[in-house]
């Protein structure tokens, strides 16, 4: 099992940067694709992006072109610029490990798909 640890997340106004951190610890050669996810009251889990061992990535709609996930594999660190942030990306964002096979294919955005979680960490953007 994989314990994840996030953090980074706090108050911005529109326009501004975050920058998103997740430490793993545990056993982290299982988690060979890592992912951020965010949440909103009454609403399902939104894949922001995704990150398998060898750096290729996967980004949803909502992130492309503002949002970069990175990791450290040394570190054991994942990471998440974001950046022009918007007022609806206020959310609680998680980070989330899973096997390897799960950042190939389109599962990878499904929180199913993903059996370790940290505890969140909020992102407040104001207009």
């Known amino acids: 099992q994989v314990q994840l640890a996030e953090s980074g997340g706090g108050s911005v106004q529109a326009g501004g940067s975050l920058r998103l951190s997740c430490a793993a610890s545990g056993n982290t050669y299982s988690a060979n694709c890592m992912a951020w996810f965010r949440q909103t009251p009454g609403k399902e889990r939104e894949g922001i992006a995704a990150i398998d061992s060898d750096g290729r990535t996967s980004y949803g709609d909502s992130a492309k072109g503002r949002f970069t996930i990175s990791q450290d594999n040394a570190k054991k660190t994942l990471t998440l610029q974001a950046n022009s942030l918007k007022p609806e990306d206020t959310a609680m964002y998680y980070c989330?490990?899973?096997?390897?096979?799960?950042?190939?294919?389109?599962?990878?955005?499904?929180?199913?798909?993903?059996?370790?979680w940290g505890q969140g960490t909020q992102v407040t953007v104001s207009s």
């Open positions: 989330a490990a899973a096997d390897w096979y799960t950042c190939f294919s389109a599962s990878w955005s499904n929180a199913d798909s993903y059996k370790s």
